[in-house]
């Protein structure tokens, strides 16, 4: 992603990835509506889901998308694509700095906000935002399923 | 784990079109067409054909030097696109009203952090007492770099305005 001047600008190359992730998730069938959060900043996006389509007996659900270019064009990224849902359940695969794994990647979920997370390590076929999403979709399915 | 599923079910809701473009506006750097046909699942003659449809409409251009065709997205189709959401349900008014927003959460981190940048927020994320303040640290810096960005955005789209919106501002 370049600048006007032909610079690399992390801010304008992660806007652009969450303009285009809230415009291919609305296409899942799961997805009634996302927006660019907190209103007007846009530093995530917010999907509301309905749950059961993907799995789960939980009346709302909520799918937010963190997603930070890197500081320079050839940085790897850093996201979160976290779910959360009215039963208490929250999961998420997140790409970042963290104590929990070795390297970056990682899955986490808990039963309820009182719980403490539990890590395990996953990767991943690509670290392009938009098929990335995608696979990501299809895991929180089998995981809702299987929960 | 693989994410062959995944790829299923971005096919069947998107177009071969719809994935080249989404997956060639996403690109930090310019990228040849075989490799933008394997993250988007089509065939390599596919995706040359609808790369050159989206270099004709200005969505992506190429970039010489080297042996294959490489593409990325046009500087200016990104700012159109990010203007446009912006303008979208939004008066003169409420542009400036998010402009003021923007700088009270750029001058809440700079005494908060006692940094100009977030590249100096990063630095002293560095040396911050622990790990966990660190990652937090690291990660306003992330939200202020697209907040700089949005900003940059917003005063575009205020000092433009009637001819973005295709109106005459209302008078102040």
Known sequence: ?147 | MTDKSGAELWKEHQSAFDRVRAVAVTVSEPKPADWIAEQAHVAGNTARDHLRRLVEMNVLRTTTGGTATRYEPDPLYTRMQALRDLLDNRTRDDLLELRGNLQEQVEEWQTEYDADSPSELRERAAHADTAEATREMRRTANDWDIIAYRLQLVEDAIEHYSDYAGSTPAPA
């Open chain 1, 1 to 147: 992603m370049f600048a006007f001047d032909g610079g690399y600008d992390p801010g304008q190359a992660s806007h652009t990835v969450l303009l285009e992730l809230r415009r291919t998730i609305e296409r899942h069938p799961a997805v009634q509506h996302a927006s660019g959060e907190p209103p007007g900043q846009f530093i995530r996006v917010v999907a509301t889901l309905d749950p059961v389509i993907l799995g789960s007996e939980a009346d709302e659900g909520t799918l937010t998308l963190r997603w930070y270019a890197g500081e320079t064009a050839d940085a790897d990224p850093e996201f979160a694509f976290h779910y959360n849902e009215s039963s208490d359940f929250d999961c998420g695969w997140h790409h970042d700095p963290n104590p929990h794994v070795d390297g970056w990647t990682h899955y986490q979920e808990r039963l309820s906000a009182d719980d403490d997370y539990e890590y395990e390590t996953v990767s991943f076929d690509t670290l392009q935002p938009v098929p990335l999403l995608w696979g990501i979709l299809d895991r929180l399915e089998t995981r809702l399923t299987e929960h």
